[in-house]
């Protein structure tokens, strides 16, 4: 993918991994414009994570996440519920159990776009139910408290010392401001904007840092059969530290 002609991310579409780290398609390495890679994948400690992603840690009950999965008054355990996203060679994705069987259809689309003081990563997607109802849900709609309610559009971060800022200056976790930043090691920022609904930021800077627009952060979500979920994110990819005005201002033109 180019922005502006300038390489920025490369899209792995269908990695060879052990089914206990969720498979899916993601980009890694994303990259500002100035070369700063801004995504981190198969980290250390958490290698089910993966660059920029879409995944639920509960699908109808199967984990497409990767990982432990949480159980209530449990914790997290490993389990043999894993499933997988494949990109086929119809251009849909799908989410799959694992058995193989279809959960969600995917229909997906990544574009790079120029914008304020870097580029734009804008991403679409529709998720749509088969002929059964699709319930999504989260560690935290599991039982997990600490706002643990990941699930949907993730970006895994690279390494580093993370500050995480909305708009209003509230605790980003949870929130459902206009937009959340997160400035790494001082060399780079994302500001990510789009949630729909009910959906929520989840934002980590202390172990890692990544953001999320999750779907179910503290609710499930369900996708009635045969209907259609759709959701619209950007990310602002920038080089350097943006201050609160410039994340306002972040679009072109």
């Given at each position: 993918?180019?922005?502006?002609?300038?390489?920025?991310?490369?899209?792995?579409?269908?990695?060879?991994?052990?089914?206990?780290?969720?498979?899916?398609?993601?980009?890694?390495?994303?990259?500002?414009?100035?070369?700063?890679?801004?995504?981190?994948?198969?980290?250390?400690?958490?290698?089910?994570?993966?660059?920029?992603?879409?995944?639920?840690?509960?699908?109808?009950?199967?984990?497409?996440?990767?990982?432990?999965?949480?159980?209530?008054?449990?914790?997290?355990?490993?389990?043999?519920?894993?499933?997988?996203?494949?990109?086929?060679?119809?251009?849909?994705?799908?989410?799959?159990?694992?058995?193989?069987?279809?959960?969600?259809?995917?229909?997906?689309?990544?574009?790079?776009?120029?914008?304020?003081?870097?580029?734009?990563?804008?991403?679409?997607?529709?998720?749509?139910?088969?002929?059964?109802?699709?319930?999504?849900?989260?560690?935290?709609?599991?039982?997990?408290?600490?706002?643990?309610?990941?699930?949907?559009?993730?970006?895994?971060?690279?390494?580093?010392?993370?500050?995480?800022?909305?708009?209003?200056?509230?605790?980003?976790?949870?929130?459902?401001?206009?937009?959340?930043?997160?400035?790494?090691?001082?060399?780079?920022?994302?500001?990510?904007?789009?949630?729909?609904?009910?959906?929520?930021?989840?934002?980590?800077?202390?172990?890692?840092?990544?953001?999320?627009?999750?779907?179910?952060?503290?609710?499930?979500?369900?996708?009635?059969?045969?209907?259609?979920?759709?959701?619209?994110?950007?990310?602002?990819v920038a080089d350097g530290v943006l201050t609160v005005a410039d994340a306002a201002r972040r679009w072109s033109g």
């Amino acid at each position: 993918m180019f922005s502006d002609g300038v390489p920025v991310t490369t899209y792995v579409q269908a990695p060879e991994l052990d089914i206990r780290l969720g498979p899916r398609p993601y980009l890694h390495p994303v990259r500002t414009l100035g070369g700063v890679v801004v995504t981190d994948a198969l980290c250390v400690d958490h290698p089910w994570h993966m660059g920029v992603s879409l995944a639920m840690a509960d699908v109808n009950g199967w984990n497409l996440w990767g990982g432990r999965t949480y159980v209530r008054d449990e914790g997290y355990v490993w389990r043999d519920d894993h499933g997988r996203i494949t990109h086929d060679d119809d251009g849909l994705l799908r989410w799959r159990d694992g058995t193989g069987a279809v959960l969600l259809t995917e229909r997906r689309t990544m574009r790079a776009t120029a914008a304020r003081h870097g580029w734009m990563l804008r991403v679409g997607y529709t998720l749509t139910a088969p002929d059964f109802d699709v319930v999504l849900g989260s560690p935290a709609t599991n039982g997990r408290p600490g706002g643990a309610g990941y699930g949907g559009f993730f970006w895994r971060a690279g390494p580093g010392e993370a500050v995480a800022f909305t708009p209003g200056g509230g605790e980003p976790n949870g929130s459902a401001d206009e937009w959340v930043a997160l400035t790494v090691a001082g060399a780079y920022t994302l500001v990510f904007d789009g949630l729909t609904g009910a959906d929520r930021w989840f934002v980590r800077t202390g172990e890692y840092a990544g953001v999320c627009a999750a779907l179910a952060f503290d609710k499930p979500l369900t996708i009635p059969a045969g209907e259609t979920l759709t959701r619209q994110l950007n990310v602002l990819v920038a080089d350097g530290v943006l201050t609160v005005a410039d994340a306002a201002r972040r679009w072109s033109g």
